[in-house]
């Protein structure tokens, strides 16, 4: 079985950790016997653009092809504009921008199906180059959170190229039932019998710790072992939560939890803000800005935590919450996109409303003042995805889904 990923999202030299889960995902069909390769278009854009844009001049520097972690990793280039102008044009510029790479790869490499990781622009395009150039091919799109409830409210025309690219594909994958049902009710149901929905997960293999972890993590245990160590993960802008989640650190010290110190790993993209609040605030010794990490340390910081908090105001289903609740971090999350799905409140995790400083601030208060509390949710978080939500699970569900659509298609079924 051949499988073309094609997506916007993968481990690459300006960023390492995007699109890890779309990586770890890889890894595992590998590991399935699946032979993949990946197709990872990098935007371009034109002069001026490029002379304001400094992503771009580095995306710019990185080859068109190369190899990581034994995967064959291609980069073409497609046009792309800032703030999302004239995205509704993008899939229509992929498609002809990858259109001649694809068919060479196809020529050496007769791959079976393209599964792209989101609906548009990955998935549209994926749709025209099997209609247009490779009519035996399967395409599977994998829908995240960015192209079911952000794309289709940029405009009108956005929301078209959405709903035709979900009723194009011959088999639409969902991480969340929030978006299988959004399609269902974008595409007025045409979409629901062709449509999965299967969860991401967690590499149980990679989020072990070996000797030198666990001596880190000690190093870090013994460093901090005054305070309670609430641990965030992931980008710091103002959807994940942070401004509220630093105003409830604040008010929490204020009001006596003065053991309260808050560690915010990843990638800032909130400017001078988090600084400027920590100063504005007195909160030099209680907030910690990490910085980003590669993918594979972030389970130190998740073991070192005494709790994990992802405040988010919307998500599609994050991988850091299997991380999370793999590692035994007692862990505080929104209720939003698929995180209901996966997670009882009070059992395996604390579910909190978002946008709200209140519940963020009940929600530590709860954790820190229960020791109990904490070890059953440890417990029974980790138990819940082990048995449940790894990538081998989902690379095996995959599997068996390609296999049922090249099968069905080699009988003559639709």
């Not at 399935?32 to 844009?53: C, E, M």
């Not at 629901?192 to 969860?199: A, G, N, P, R, V």
């Not at 949710?377 to 889904?401: C, K, M, P, V, Y």
Request: net charge neutral; hydrophobic share 40%; with cysteine.
């Amino acid at each position: 079985m051949k499988v073309l990923i094609l997506t916007i999202w993968y481990p690459n030299a300006e960023n390492p950790i995007l699109g890890t889960f779309v990586h770890e995902q890889a890894i595992a069909l590998r590991a399935y016997g699946v032979d993949v390769r990946i197709v990872q278009p990098l935007p371009s854009a034109p002069f001026p653009v490029t002379l304001f844009k400094e992503s771009y001049r580095k995306l710019a520097k990185m080859p068109e092809k190369e190899e990581y972690e034994g995967f064959q990793v291609y980069h073409p280039r497609y046009v792309t504009l800032p703030l999302h102008i004239l995205f509704e044009r993008v899939g229509d510029w992929m498609y002809q921008a990858i259109r001649p790479l694809v068919t060479r790869i196809h020529q050496d490499w007769p791959f079976d199906i393209i599964h792209a990781h989101t609906t548009y622009p990955c998935g549209y395009a994926a749709n025209l180059l099997r209609d247009r150039d490779f009519p035996h091919v399967k395409v599977i799109h994998t829908i995240h959170r960015t192209c079911i409830i952000d794309a289709p409210n940029y405009n009108r025309q956005c929301f078209e190229k959405v709903r035709t690219a979900l009723e194009g594909a011959d088999r639409d994958v969902f991480v969340s039932l929030e978006g299988k049902g959004l399609a269902i009710t974008y595409t007025d149901g045409r979409c629901e019998t062709k449509s999965e929905y299967i969860t991401n997960g967690v590499n149980t293999e990679k989020f072990q710790l070996d000797e030198a972890d666990t001596s880190e993590v000690a190093t870090l245990k013994a460093k901090y072992d005054s305070t309670w160590n609430l641990v965030f993960v992931g980008y710091l802008n103002e959807r994940k939560g942070i401004k509220e989640l630093l105003s409830a650190v604040a008010n929490l010290g204020s009001s006596g939890k003065s053991k309260l110190h808050l560690f915010l790993v990843g990638r800032n993209e909130l400017g001078s803000y988090v600084d400027d609040f920590i100063r504005a605030n007195g909160l030099a010794n209680r907030v910690t800005l990490v910085g980003p990490v590669l993918h594979d340390r972030v389970k130190i910081w998740m073991s070192f935590a005494d709790a994990f908090i992802l405040p988010s105001h919307s998500e599609g289903l994050p991988t850091v919450l299997f991380e999370s609740l793999y590692a035994g971090t007692p862990s505080i999350f929104t209720r939003v996109g698929g995180v209901g799905d996966i997670v009882e409140d009070g059992r395996e995790a604390l579910l909190i409303q978002p946008q709200s400083i209140q519940a963020i601030e009940e929600a530590i208060t709860r954790l820190m003042d229960s020791p109990d509390l904490c070890r059953n949710l440890s417990t029974r978080g980790h138990q819940l995805i082990r048995d449940n939500f790894t990538w081998a699970i989902n690379a095996e569900r995959h599997r068996n889904l390609y296999q049922n659509i090249v099968a069905a298609t080699s009988k003559g079924i639709p």
